[in-house]
């Protein structure tokens, strides 16, 4: 039985955008105020990316979809879905993706829905886009993946969450930069993250993220894909997993048969670290920039609750056209200015004076 | 400002829709009834590029309470591409990197918090160009 996912259409990518604010947090700086820097020599990331005070979710998303316009040179007025994953929407009642519409002259002739699993809005925000498009309902679809995600002070998280994501115009495959060869979605109840409402920060089970969730979750997700489409990972040019910290994503790249080479180009978690929905999809964006027509092209999400999606793309000769009409996402990773705990506490809303 | 009015100009604030005048073709931000060049009411609806050059600025070291959160931020006069030149926030710059003269592009970023409740405003600001 066929397991994995195609729409009767041929659909891809016609335009991508990358997003990453221009701050950084040293892990150093965490470990000097919270372990007196006795983690130093095994610090999960070497920094953090940071949003600005006057950047949230929906700023970030507006610029990542704008720079994926300004790829695929499309109609605003022709896209028919404005889908943003993320587990950091500002609002709890107000759409994000009804203020990015507007903001990118989307609207008024649209959908617009704001996705939620944790690390893995965004893909899944990407499924539902590939199967709209190639459902025929929309020519245009656009996806979000994009997170601010926050760790409670001193906590293990807190070395990690990171802000930045990406966006995904999608369309016939005619026009794609990357054809879509299937995917699959593998999901399981797994209480391994979580948090409730009206809460600021997560609670996560330690040692339940790894093997039970993660692991499980991904190697399942890719080795169908895999498999249903008759593929071995010699087969792919890249691949990119969801990437918590450096760790988890080499480890299971080398359980699932990828070398270090097919995964380093979208590894960007040691300098920006995990910017959750936004994290895979922010990876895939850096290993598009780098991509030639015909290499065969590996994404795989993760999210805690738990779920993976996992997609093969072929790129197409149309990438080498569009790729320097939008900022690279090494131009946004490059741009980085440190800033020391106390901004970051202060524009974090960890302190405040009233 | 109040939400009528914001929700009345959110494109003006988010795409720089201003207008331009149809006999002169004069460039307007924000949109006016009557052309200040050549005094022809027919103008036509008119999305500006975004990109500009910085003419003026001022830094901000104490604000109001919806924008405490930003400070200190710096206030600029852009001269736009296609002429205009409005008044502004420049952003992702600190106050000893901002020199005259220099390129700068629009974005979206927050302009004000209505406390934790309140609404979240989003508008233009100017930052220096990514790439
Ligand atoms: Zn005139």
Redesign the pocket.
Same mark, same amino acid.
């Given at each position: 039985m066929k397991m994995s996912m195609k729409p009767s259409l041929p659909v891809g990518i016609v335009g991508y955008g990358a997003y990453v604010p221009r701050y950084r947090l040293p892990a150093t700086e965490i470990a000097r105020l919270w372990r007196g820097g006795q983690d130093n020599a095994k610090l999960p990331v070497k920094q953090k990316s940071l949003p600005g005070p006057d950047e949230d979710t929906i700023t970030m998303s507006i610029e990542a979809a704008h720079n994926a316009l300004k790829r695929a040179e499309v109609d605003p007025a022709l896209i028919r879905s404005v889908w943003a994953g993320s587990e950091s929407h500002p609002y709890a009642v107000k759409p994000s993706s009804t203020i990015v519409a507007q903001a990118l002259g989307i609207a008024p002739h649209t959908t617009a829905a704001d996705f939620e699993f944790a690390c893995k809005a965004g893909t899944e925000a990407m499924q539902a886009a590939l199967g709209f498009a190639g459902s025929g309902m929309a020519q245009y679809a656009l996806a979000i993946a994009m997170d601010t995600a926050q760790g409670r002070p001193g906590d293990a998280l807190e070395y990690t969450a990171a802000a930045g994501g990406a966006a995904f115009i999608v369309g016939p495959a005619k026009d794609a930069v990357a054809i879509l060869e299937g995917s699959f979605s593998y999901t399981t109840d797994t209480p391994d993250f979580f948090r409730r409402s009206y809460q600021k920060y997560p609670e996560h089970g330690n040692r339940f993220t790894g093997e039970p969730a993660y692991f499980h979750h991904i190697s399942n997700s890719v080795s169908i894909l895999m498999e249903d489409l008759g593929l071995t990972p010699k087969d792919f040019a890249s691949a990119v997993f969801h990437q918590p910290n450096t760790k988890f994503p080499k480890k299971v790249a080398s359980q699932l048969g990828f070398t270090s080479a097919q995964i380093h180009t979208g590894l960007l978690a040691p300098v920006i670290g995990n910017t959750y929905a936004g994290a895979s999809p922010l990876g895939f964006t850096a290993v598009l920039d780098a991509a030639k027509p015909g290499d065969r092209l590996l994404l795989a999400s993760f999210g805690s609750g738990a779920g993976s999606d996992a997609f093969s793309f072929v790129v197409t000769d149309k990438i080498e056209g569009i790729r320097d009409r939008a900022p690279s996402t090494s131009d946004y990773v490059e741009r980085s200015v440190e800033v020391d705990y106390a901004t970051y506490a202060r524009w974090r809303k960890k302190i405040r004076h009233h | 400002m109040d939400i009528p009015r914001s929700w009345r100009l959110r494109n003006q604030r988010y795409l720089l829709e201003g207008n331009a #005048?149809? @006999? /002169?073709? !004069?460039k307007h931000f924000p949109p006016v009834l009557v #052309? @200040?060049? /050549? !005094? @022809?009411r027919d103008?036509r609806p008119f999305t500006f590029s975004g990109k500009g050059k910085l003419y003026s600025y001022s830094t901000v070291y104490q604000a109001p309470g919806q924008f405490e959160a930003f400070v200190p931020y710096i206030v600029a006069l852009v001269d736009l591409e296609e002429g205009p030149r409005i008044t502004t926030q420049l952003t992702d710059i600190s106050p000893d990197e901002v020199r005259i003269g220099m390129p700068v592009e629009k974005v979206i970023r927050k302009i004000s918090e209505e406390g934790e409740r309140g609404l979240i405003l989003y508008g233009y600001k100017f930052r220096p160009p990514v790439d």
């Open positions: - | #005048c149809t @006999s /002169c073709d !004069k #052309c @200040s060049e /050549c !005094k @022809s103008l």
